[in-house]
Nanobody, 115 residues
Framework: QVQLVESGGGLVQPGGSLRLSCAAS????????MGWYRQAPGKQRLLVAT???????NFADSVKGRFTISRDNAKNTVYLQMNSLKPEDTAVYYC?????????WGQGTQVTVSS
């Protein structure tokens, strides 16, 4: 089993920035992909960004140029730096990890972008 614990969510004004962190623990060997998904009220969970153990990244079109993802393999932690936040970025953000054929999820952290 892999446990994922997110931190860093909160309330921010439009145009502001937030940094999310997700620490993995447990059976963390061979974790390949880590990343973030988000789910707005009444909508499905969607990809935000992922990063492989080798550093290859993938971003949703809606966040390209505003969000960056990074990973500290020594700390088993993935980060999501979110800049130029918009109200439509408001959602619960879930940390994600894939090990082999198994997917793991964190409990989610709320990000609210509002004036």
């Amino acid at each position: 089993q892999v446990q994922l614990v997110e931190s860093g969510g909160g309330l921010v004004q439009p145009g502001g920035s937030l940094r999310l962190s997700c620490a993995a623990s447990g059976s963390i060997w061979s974790i390949d992909v880590m990343g973030w998904y988000r789910q707005a009220p009444g909508k499905q969970r969607l990809l935000v960004a992922t990063i492989t153990s080798g550093g290859r990244t993938n971003f949703a079109d809606s966040v390209k140029g505003r969000f960056t993802i990074s990973r500290d393999n020594a700390k088993n932690t993935v980060y999501l730096q979110m800049n130029s936040l918009k109200p439509e970025d408001t959602a619960v953000y879930y940390c994600y990890a894939r090990r082999g054929r198994l997917d793991y999820w964190g409990q989610g952290t709320q990000v609210t972008v509002s004036s």
